[in-house]
């Protein structure tokens, strides 16, 4: 059994341990989070360079007025994995998150789930593990400044994958709220990042080498407008991940090298949705393998175009599974039916039945 990591006799295998909030965020404070930011990051390229062994589908998407449900699925053969994913930017007035999450590995052999977890902090993680990871392959040598547009829930996450992947030591942010600066400066105090609020975008980009968008608005958006990116930079897009939800103007799409997850998901729910569907772009793996070139001069503008892919899910719950035994943060959950004789499952009930009239309950 590939997959059961904690080792479990095969009479608890009905038995799902399940990270809660509550675990999730004791593990990160027990991990730290920058060390768990980078342990993503390891996982991650680690599936990404074994990329071709996937199952690869575009997000299933149930689109309302003031939101997306999705479900991201993926196997690598010997585990299986889905997140259930929301995005709601109208959430916030009514004080709930933009987006929350909770998601499943399984055993590809039996079909037996081996671990549910939520995945709503560990999307923001797994999220800013995945841009760091790309920018260690694009961005100009010896980053040091990155501006930060949007400054609500990724953000922090964002600034400190940065910080520890990819050596960032300044952020310039902006916000069109100035509260979520603020709070973002306040989260972030005493982490070694020296941070400077911005009142526009445009004094928010100057000096930086690293872009990173993270904006929520359900339009086609336009936080960066072409006169603002200079030669040379990289942009770290995230906020724009949904059919009619982009953040760059058209025109630096143009100008960029744009590199994308899983091409077919990206062209419906990425910046590229504003170009041909035959537009070129680079797939991000293939960089990571060595396949395409990555930056390849200081003028170049390098643009990782991020939506968000099952296999990004897949490795942060894989690492997740992998901290279980140590930091003993979970719960079992009694999640599947486990009836003596398998074929017996009626019998099971009738059983219970028996037992609730002996005890009178
Ligand atoms: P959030 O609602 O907590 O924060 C978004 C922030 O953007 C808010 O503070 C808001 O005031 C600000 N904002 C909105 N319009 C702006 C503008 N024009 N200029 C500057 N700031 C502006 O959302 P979040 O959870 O931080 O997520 C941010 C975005 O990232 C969302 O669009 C979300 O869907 C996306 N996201 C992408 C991925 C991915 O893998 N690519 C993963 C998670 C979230």
Same mark, same amino acid.
């Given at each position: 059994?590939?997959?059961?990591?904690l080792?479990?006799?095969?009479?608890? %295998?009905n038995?799902v341990p399940?990270v809660?909030?509550d675990?999730?965020?004791? +593990?990160?404070?027990d991990?730290?989070?920058e060390?768990?930011l980078?342990?993503?990051c390891?996982?991650?390229?680690?599936?990404f360079?074994r990329?071709?062994?996937?199952?690869?589908?575009?997000?299933?998407?149930?689109?309302?007025?003031e939101?997306v449900?999705?479900?991201?699925?993926?196997?690598?053969?010997e585990v299986?994995?889905?997140k259930?994913v929301?995005?709601h930017p109208?959430?916030?007035?009514?004080? %709930?998150?933009t987006?929350t999450a909770?998601?499943v590995l399984a055993d590809v052999?039996t079909g037996y789930p081996?671990?549910?977890s939520e995945m709503t902090?560990?999307t923001?993680?797994?999220?800013?593990?995945t841009?760091?990871?790309a920018a260690?392959?694009?961005?100009p040598k /010896? #980053?040091k400044t990155?501006?930060?547009?949007g400054?609500?829930a990724?953000?922090?996450?964002q600034?400190?994958a940065?910080?520890s992947?990819?050596?960032?030591?300044?952020i310039?942010?902006?916000?069109?709220?100035?509260?979520?600066?603020?709070?973002? +400066?306040?989260?972030l105090?005493g982490?070694?990042l020296s941070?400077?609020?911005?009142d #526009?975008e445009?004094?928010?980009?100057?000096?930086?080498e690293i872009?990173?968008?993270?904006?929520?608005?359900k339009?086609?958006?336009?936080i960066l407008?072409?006169?603002?990116?200079?030669?040379?930079v990289h942009?770290n897009?995230i906020?724009?991940?949904?059919?009619g939800?982009t953040? %760059?103007?058209?025109?630096?799409?143009?100008r960029?090298d744009?590199f994308?997850? *899983?091409?077919?998901?990206? &062209?419906i729910?990425?910046?590229i949705?504003?170009?041909?569907?035959d537009?070129?772009?680079k797939?991000?793996?293939?960089?990571?393998? /060595?396949?395409v070139?990555?930056?390849?001069?200081?003028?170049?503008?390098?643009?990782?175009?991020?939506?968000g892919?099952a296999?990004?899910?897949?490795s942060?719950?894989?690492?997740?599974?992998?901290?279980?035994?140590?930091?003993?943060r *979970?719960?079992?959950?009694?999640?599947?039916?486990d009836?003596?004789?398998? &074929?017996?499952?009626?019998?099971m009930?009738l &059983?219970?039945e028996q037992?609730?009239?002996?005890?009178?309950?």
């Amino acid at each position: 059994m590939g997959v059961d990591m904690l080792h479990k006799p095969s009479s608890e %295998l009905n038995l799902v341990p399940f990270v809660s909030v509550d675990d999730m965020m004791k +593990i990160v404070l027990d991990i730290g989070v920058e060390n768990m930011l980078m342990g993503i990051c390891d996982y991650l390229e680690e599936d990404f360079k074994r990329w071709e062994l996937f199952d690869k589908t575009p997000r299933v998407a149930s689109h309302s007025n003031e939101g997306v449900i999705e479900l991201m699925p993926t196997s690598d053969g010997e585990v299986y994995g889905f997140k259930y994913v929301n995005g709601h930017p109208k959430n916030t007035k009514e004080g %709930l998150q933009t987006v929350t999450a909770f998601g499943v590995l399984a055993d590809v052999d039996t079909g037996y789930p081996v671990l549910l977890s939520e995945m709503t902090i560990l999307t923001a993680l797994r999220t800013a593990a995945t841009s760091a990871m790309a920018a260690k392959y694009l961005m100009p040598k /010896g #980053s040091k400044t990155m501006a930060m547009i949007g400054n609500g829930a990724q953000s922090e996450f964002q600034a400190l994958a940065f910080k520890s992947i990819c050596g960032i030591e300044n952020i310039r942010l902006y916000d069109t709220d100035s509260a979520a600066s603020d709070k973002c +400066i306040r989260n972030l105090d005493g982490c070694g990042l020296s941070i400077v609020k911005c009142d #526009s975008e445009q004094l928010a980009v100057e000096g930086a080498e690293i872009i990173t968008t993270c904006t929520a608005d359900k339009q086609y958006a336009t936080i960066l407008t072409d006169n603002m990116v200079g030669s040379g930079v990289h942009i770290n897009a995230i906020g724009g991940d949904c059919p009619g939800k982009t953040e %760059l103007h058209k025109d630096i799409l143009l100008r960029s090298d744009i590199f994308v997850e *899983y091409p077919p998901q990206t &062209r419906i729910e990425g910046e590229i949705q504003q170009l041909e569907d035959d537009y070129p772009v680079k797939e991000l793996w293939q960089v990571m393998t /060595g396949d395409v070139e990555g930056r390849t001069n200081e003028k170049q503008i390098t643009l990782f175009d991020g939506v968000g892919f099952a296999i990004e899910d897949f490795s942060a719950l894989r690492y997740l599974l992998d901290q279980l035994k140590d930091t003993g943060r *979970y719960q079992d959950l009694d999640m599947v039916a486990d009836p003596d004789d398998p &074929r017996d499952l009626f019998g099971m009930i009738l &059983r219970e039945e028996q037992r609730q009239k002996r005890e009178g309950a």
